[in-house]
Nanobody
Framework: QLQASGGGLVQAGDSLRLSCAAS????????MGWFCQASGKEREFVAA???????NTADSLKGRFTISRDNAKNTVYLQMNSLNAEDTGVYYC???????????????WGQGTQVTVSS
């Protein structure tokens, strides 16, 4: 089970840190990813992280978004800086046995947390 939190309404230029807590004794052994779905659009890849800490971030978000994980806490984080209106959407965390940027490769999904950036 995945529980995402940390979303909210912020001003352009602000920062947010999203958290995704994973429960289940083996669920955190896999790759974790964050995706964003804006209203009326498809779910888009944001970032992913291996258990080892190796990361991949969407090119358009590099420098502003950082994914990290705390294996002891079974939690993945997404630090989002310099937010703008285009970052608005529901952010989902997910688990995959594969190393992928495609949402279809992710097997388990959290409920999502809404991020709204006002300009």
């Amino acid at each position: 089970q995945l529980q995402a939190s940390g979303g909210g309404l912020v001003q352009a230029g602000d920062s947010l840190r999203l958290s995704c807590a994973a429960s289940g004794c083996t669920s955190f052994d896999y790759n974790m990813g964050w995706f964003c779905q804006a209203s009326g659009k498809e779910r888009e890849f944001v970032a992913a992280i291996r258990r080892t800490g190796f990361t991949n971030t969407a090119d358009s978000l590099k420098g502003r978004f950082t994914i990290s994980r705390d294996n002891a806490k079974n939690t993945v984080y997404l630090q989002m800086n310099s937010l703008n209106a285009e970052d608005t959407g529901v952010y989902y965390c997910a688990i995959s046995t594969m190393w992928s940027t495609q949402s279809t490769r992710y097997n388990y999904w959290g409920q999502g947390t809404q991020v709204t950036v006002s300009s």
